[in-house]
């Protein structure tokens, strides 16, 4: 997912949110979890001591987060995988993909395989072009099959 | 309907678009050409027809950031048969509507829409307005399902190629990979719906037997009827994003319609090209 103008520019780090996550710098940390802060808008975000750095991890929208009962997570010893990136402030920030709980083996996910925000909501559940409701399947109400369906040509 | 509507209708989608600019906003443009081998809606003498149609199409998508958030679509399009000439049409569409998370995997929207659509067989040119509601849900990161309702109240220039129409449809679908998916889809749908009868068998059948009767239509060079039906539509679809902007779509639908006189099968494809930014 790459960055774009519209794209939140973090204050602070400066980095792009949500398209600030680069494929090219997915890595993978391990640590404790503390400070869970909820911003009034932005991404939840969260400290990861891995023992000699600590990452500030960027995870989703509250409401997201909340459903997915992210605040459980304080003070338990996780596994995230994320881009990682060198905020404008110079700390370490990670954009998470997924978050593993290690006590549990459960997955918090925020993001596709590609980097996709889940959150993201739209025509296309799958993220690809063309899936349903695409303007492409030739119907106004974005159904049908292009070229059929009552009185519709 | 009158050329004041429809420059209305585009007037508002052209102001709608240009009012809301921001992080969602993507804009589409594409082809698709297609197949009908019943463009004719024929009883007794099915005719098939090719269809090239282009398109311009913007939409506001839900950011994520907040569970509630509102959508627009606009859409702009025309296209061309190749020996069905009347049939070509314009036409415009737009779409406001909420959308709403209900959880991290389940999604609702809700959004009614009024088309323009001005037909070469000017007797065939509508207004329409309907509502559609859609629920999706993500299973895993690649499978997807879900369900819609759309009711459409479309009214023609002649009365015979007005139609409202009840539809509920499902569909699966399937990203076997970032760049690769395919669905399934079936639809119901209840309402009216014209078709064609050759001259030579009004002379034999009794008109009297058929539904609402227009007479004789030039673009069909056929007699046309409407009544009630059920149609039953099945669909298979696949796409596949050369590129983050570029994307192409395959799509087959097998229609039966079934009324109380009469039963049609149809069967439509089309092969589209499209670039979003």
């Known amino acids: 997912m790459a960055a774009n103008e519209k794209d939140l520019v973090l204050p602070g780090s400066g980095i792009y949110y949500p398209g600030g996550f680069d494929m090219n710098t997915v890595g993978i940390v391990q640590g404790k979890v503390y400070g869970i802060h909820v911003p009034e808008s932005g991404p939840v975000q969260f400290l990861v001591a891995t023992g000699r750095e600590t990452f500030t991890v960027l995870a989703a929208p509250f409401w997201f987060w909340s459903d997915l009962k992210g605040n459980a997570i304080e003070g338990m010893d996780v596994q995230v995988r994320g881009s990682k990136s060198l905020g404008r402030d110079g700390k370490l920030y990670m954009i998470a993909q997924e978050v593993r709980i290690l006590s549990s083996g459960k997955t918090l996910s925020f993001r596709d395989d590609d980097g996709f925000p889940s959150w993201h909501g739209g025509e296309q559940p799958g993220g690809g072009k063309g899936g349903f409701g695409s303007p492409m399947r030739g119907d106004g109400a974005g159904r049908g099959a292009g070229a059929g369906g009552r009185g519709r040509r | 309907m009158t050329q004041k509507k429809i420059f209305l209708l585009c007037l508002a989608a052209a102001m709608a678009i240009g009012f809301s600019y921001d992080a969602r906003a993507e804009w589409e443009i594409g082809a698709r050409t297609a197949f009908d081998s019943n463009v004719n809606r024929s009883v007794n003498n099915r005719d098939g027809d090719f269809l090239v149609t282009a398109y311009a199409a913007y939409s506001r998508q839900p ?200 039963t049609l099968t149809y069967h439509t494809g089309f092969l589209g090209l499209g670039y979003r930014f």
């Open chain 2, 63 to 262: 950011s994520g950031e907040t569970r509630l958030d509102w959508t627009l679509r606009a859409i702009v399009e025309g296209a061309a048969y190749a020996d069905y000439s009347d049939l070509n049409y314009a036409a415009t569409m737009i779409s406001p509507g909420i959308s709403i998370a209900i959880n991290p995997q389940w999604n609702l929207n809700i959004s009614p829409f009024a088309q323009a659509k001005g037909v070469s067989d000017s007797d065939q040119s509508a207004m329409a307005y309907g509502v559609r509601a859609s629920l999706k849900q993500k299973w895993n990161k690649a499978l997807y399902t879900g369900q819609y309702y759309t009711y459409t109240d479309n009214n023609a220039n002649e009365d015979v190629y007005s139609y409202s129409e009840n539809a509920v449809g499902v569909f699966v679908g399937v990203k076997w990979t970032p760049a690769f998916f395919t669905e399934v889809g079936y639809e119901y749908s209840h309402g009216d719906s014209f078709r064609t009868v050759s001259t030579s068998t009004v002379l034999t059948t009794p008109t009297g037997r058929r539904g609402y009767h227009r007479g004789y239509s030039q673009a069909y060079n056929a007699d046309v009827y409407s009544e009630t039906v059920d149609r039953n539509a099945i669909s298979i679809n696949a796409g596949y994003d050369f590129t983050k902007s570029f994307f192409t779509l395959l799509g087959y639908t097998y229609n039966r319609e079934k009324g109380d006189f009469d």
